[in-house]
């Protein structure tokens, strides 16, 4: 190649004019010069060249950095495969993120001061020729350019849960600060909270030519140094050291010297660079995994990572090795560049390349998350990580039961990791500049955990395994533990059971959570059907039943009554329950080892007989006919769905809560979310309230507050601590005194949308964000029957339901979940009363108002003459009672306001006193409608118009009690 000058980086080199330079290992040649010290001294030529500039970089590749400090790409080579020594800011050069959570930026401080050259008349007087012949060096310097370099570099290394590109904008923001602030002042310095946050937790690394007290390492100290570094120079009176250099050939002063006879091509220096890339990624990957908290738990998985950093690093020497060998071999002519293109296919012939090593590193990332994943659900229990901790649980003598989770593949054999093994210690892999026969290939072994087999039985054995520990966790002498354990013959995981310090079952199967009892109440006694594990032996049942309301606390655990029945038949009688007492029930498999988890427990209730004597009738009417109304409600009281409906479709549901109400929203709620409240206004009340807080009912944040005034208004607030908002509120809907209810509470993107009776009454838009909501409060004139949430409104009943538009019209068929309705709008109801009617005689009625009623009507009347003793007749702002004889209609008496709300579900009562008919609806009295006709004529009832009559009931009240005659649904 014909002789050039070459403009090179000096990279902290002591490189200075006359001295001579070798470009076939890019080294200098000290203590050896073409002319004598005076003369260089004298006959240099100088000139000032001020320059000052700043840059940033995000990229941390070798080329990137290679760019800043304007690394040619044949210094680069060499600089690559270690010929050349850096010092002073060219060290940044060797600085590489150690972790792909890294995040980094770099500032650039540069100045330039003078520049110094050789001139003509050095250049033909040469002192000492005979350098010439020895062949040492190629290029004599003849120009250097002087200043300093300072290189910052900003690291933030991000958790897995942050956003490590939201990092690296701000990053980036942060640092480009800087030149701002050295030149304004600090007073510049304006930061966001994010962007403060990041600054307090920067690691700052210095490399520079400038001879500072101390290094920065902070942030506020960068901004510090950065106000230094541009009088440093000036202030030491100083030239600064060498940045670039210019190179003249020795052969344009005399033939006999050396020359470079080859440059390596820049294509080859890029594959170069390139897979230098790729080993530097792998290895952050690595330490990448090292570092994850799991590898602590599981150490053998720990040093299989070391085992490949090792041999990753005895490659790179070795790659090294070979190309500072081969690259002033090419400079020189000995060899020419297909020897550098040689190690580089012996190496993508090895089993070191990115592909081979990323897969691997991919395998081991899935079965690391595996175990993070698995053991986040063990966290309570601790997890063995030695054989001696491991015997030392084994053999403590207040410990007779060990139940071990147990890993039992994290020990297979690693075929990779065996053949670069294999691979290091082979002769190829001491002589990656000679050729390589054959590529390098290994038999790849599936990973244990992509089978789907294993993955499901691992799953099972967690399930069981968590809910034995829940069972049996306060059981002193029983140990739970995880640990790693080889079982081919378990792979994946199994449950392993060690009795007095011995294993006696590698895959114990304990007894898990069983069905829900079914309860049979009939004949006033309680008969439980029980359903042994479907894992492990059942050989005992554990039954517990209370009469208050379960809940989630640990402390409401004591509140159970436990009986241990003598064997594992599935059907036991449970004595010693009050009748008309609500009552739950739950039990448990006993097996040989613990007990199983709980199974779920479902409320029941022995109902007895309504003791009530005739003689009690009279002022105590009321609180009889209250009393009357509650026992023979359901426990989902008067909706307009069935029982089986809404325990089908509420979670979380909470029955018959006692008012005033304060608890927890199980599980929290969010948007698709609803809440469903079914309950019945006190008659005799005025208002009650039902708040959704954030925080605790004294001090949290009312997220929602609806206020409901019977017969008046609904209202909805906040309170944000103890400041209540702005009020909204609303006339058009509200409850009447005495009217059952249906309410929910629906959580949309934009707000509350509540719907009241099957309407869409308000939607309440959002003030507080919904996804913080801890507590339920209810309080004030009200019984609420159930109340729960729904997970999915959308896809529920209700809201398919009551998205139609035509919930609870008088088209709608609201009856397809009662079992023998009565009669709806287009089929009246026609029958016999069976009583004999006399004083003493109530008719008991339950149903729905369509939500566009006109009117119904209830005749009561005499089968032989037709004629009507009762006519009661409803209408939305009317009722109307009557008689009708002969075909005649006699004077009516009519009440001016409704107790019946569109859409809401009702109950009422006629009942046959001494004098007449006492009407009764929703608990509240609507009338006395005295007889016109002997009661003992009325024989049958008819019930015809816009009504969906669900329930129709005759009582009959003796001297000691009321029983029901036709219990029809209730």
């Not at 966790?473 to 199994?494: E, L, R, T």
Request: proline fraction near 4%; charged fraction near 20%; glycine fraction near 6%.
């Amino acid at each position: 190649m014909e002789p050039k000058i070459i403009q090179m980086a000096a990279l902290g080199r002591a490189l200075y004019p006359g001295m001579l330079y070798d470009c076939r290992s890019d080294s200098f040649i000290p203590g050896v010069t073409l002319w004598d010290k005076k003369a260089l001294r004298n006959d240099i030529d100088v000139h000032d060249q001020t320059r000052t500039f700043v840059k940033l970089a995000a990229s941390d590749s070798l080329s990137s950095k290679a760019n800043l400090l304007d690394v040619s790409a044949s210094l680069k080579a060499s600089f690559f495969c270690g010929l050349v020594e850096v010092g002073g800011s060219a060290k940044y050069l060797q600085d590489s993120k150690s972790s792909a959570r890294q995040s980094r930026v770099t500032m650039q401080y540069s100045q330039t001061t003078k520049f110094e050259q050789l001139t003509m008349k050095e250049l033909g007087n040469i002192t000492y020729p005979q350098v010439f012949d020895q062949k040492s060096a190629t290029h004599v310097v003849t120009a250097v350019l002087y200043g300093a370099t300072a290189f910052m570099v900003f690291d933030y290394t991000s958790s897995e849960s942050e956003n490590k590109q939201e990092i690296e904008g701000n990053l980036q923001a942060v640092v480009k600060k800087i030149p701002t602030i050295s030149i304004e002042g600090q007073a510049s310095l304006t930061m966001n909270q994010q962007e403060k946050k990041l600054s307090e937790n920067l690691n700052v690394t210095f490399y520079g030519d400038y001879e500072l007290d101390e290094n920065p390492t902070t942030y506020a100290e960068a901004l510090k140094a950065c106000n230094t570094l541009p009088g440093l120079l000036r202030k030491k009176s100083s030239k600064g050291v060498p940045l670039t250099v210019w190179l003249y050939p020795l052969t344009l002063l005399d033939a006999r010297a050396a020359k470079l006879l080859r440059e390596i091509s820049l294509s080859l220096v890029s594959k170069t660079e390139k897979l230098l890339e790729e080993l530097a990624e792998v290895q952050r990957r690595c330490y990448d995994l090292i570092k994850m908290p799991v590898t602590n738990d599981f150490p053998e998985i720990k040093e299989r990572l070391k085992s490949f950093q090792e041999l990753l690093g005895y490659y790179n020497v070795a790659l090294q090795k070979a190309l500072v060998s081969v690259l002033p071999n090419i400079r020189s002519g000995a060899v020419d560049d297909s020897a550098l293109g040689l190690i580089l296919e012996n190496h993508y012939k090895s089993p070191f390349t990115a592909a081979n090593m990323n897969k691997w590193l991919d395998d081991n990332l899935g079965e690391l998350n595996i175990l993070t994943s698995y053991t986040s659900g063990l966290k309570d229990m601790p997890v063995v990580t030695s054989s001696g901790s491991f015997n030392s649980i084994l053999f403590d003598a207040d410990v007779d039961v060990v139940v071990s989770f147990t890993f039992t593949s994290l020990m297979n054999e690693d075929s990779f990791l065996t053949a670069i093994e294999d691979f290091v210690n082979s002769e190829g892999f001491s002589n990656l500049d000679q050729n390589s026969a054959n590529a390098f290939t290994f038999q790849a072994i599936k990973p244990w955990f992509m089978s789907s087999d294993i993955s499901t039985k691992m799953r099972q054995n967690l399930s069981l395994f968590t809910s034995f520990y829940k069972a049996n966790k306060n059981v002193k002498k029983v140990k739970f533990i995880v640990a790693s354990i080889s079982d081919p013959s378990n792979p994946g995981s199994s449950i392993r059971l060690y009795q007095n310090g011995t294993l006696t079952n590698a895959n114990f199967q304990p007894v898990s959570k069983p069905a829900a009892p079914v309860v049979n109440t009939s004949d006033g006694k309680v008969t439980l059907n029980l359903s042994k594990s479907t894992t492990g032996e059942t050989l005992q049942f554990k039954i517990e039943y209370r009469n208050t309301q379960p809940t989630d606390s640990a402390s409401d655990a004591t509140a159970w009554k436990v009986i241990t029945t003598p064997d594992a038949k599935t059907s036991f009688n449970l004595t010693g329950i009050k009748q008309d007492e609500q009552q739950w029930v739950r039990y448990s498999a006993i097996g040989k080892v613990g007990v199983s988890e709980a199974s779920d427990y479902v409320p029941f209730v022995i109902a007895g007989k309504i003791d009530y004597s005739i003689s009690q009738w009279g002022t105590s009417m009321p609180v009889l006919i209250d009393k009357i109304r509650n026992k023979i409600m359901t426990n989902t009281g008067m909706s307009r769905w069935s029982n089986s409906i809404i325990k089908s479709e509420i979670q979380n549901a909470v029955n018959s809560p006692t008012i005033a109400y304060t608890g927890p929203i199980t599980g929290g709620l969010k948007t698709g979310m609803a809440m469903y409240f079914q309950g019945t206004a006190f008659a005799t009340g005025k208002s009650f309230e039902i708040d959704i807080i954030a925080g605790t009912w004294a001090t949290g944040d009312y997220t929602f507050h609806m206020f409901i005034t019977f017969d008046e208004s609904l209202t909805f607030n906040t309170r944000r601590g103890q400041t209540w908002e702005s009020i909204e509120r609303i006339t058009s809907y509200t409850v009447a005194k005495g009217s059952a209810f249906d309410l929910f509470f629906v959580v949309k993107q934009e707000g509350w949308e509540v719907y009241l009776n099957g309407q869409k009454v308000y939607l309440f838009k959002h003030r507080l964000p919904v996804e913080k909501v801890t507590t339920l409060h209810i309080y004030g004139d009200t019984v609420i029957n159930v109340m729960g949430t729904i997970p999915n409104w959308s896809n529920s009943t209700f809201g398919k339901e009551l998205a139609s538009g035509t919930s609870r019209s008088k088209t709608s068929n609201i009856q397809t979940d009662v079992p023998n309705p009565v009669s709806n709008p287009k089929k009246n109801y026609a029958g016999n009363i069976l009583a004999e009617m006399r004083p003493g005689v109530a008719l008991f009625f339950k149903g729905v108002v369509p939500s566009d009623f006109d009117n119904f009507a209830v005749n009561l009347l005499s089968s032989q003459t037709n004629d009507i003793g009762l006519h009661f007749k409803l209408m939305p702002n009317l009722v109307v009672f009557n008689t009708c004889r002969s075909g005649l209609w006699e004077e009516q008496i009519e009440i001016k306001a409704s107790p019946f709300v569109k859409g809401g579900a009702f109950d009422f009562f006629l009942i046959a006193s001494t004098k007449g008919f006492e009407v009764i609806v929703n608990g509240m009295p609507c009338c006395t409608f005295t007889y016109r006709m002997p009661i003992e004529k009325i024989n049958s009832i008819q019930v015809n118009g816009d009504v969906f009559m669900n329930t129709f009931a005759t009582f009959e009240v003796g001297n000691v009690n009321m029983k029901a005659l036709v219990p029809a649904n209730i």
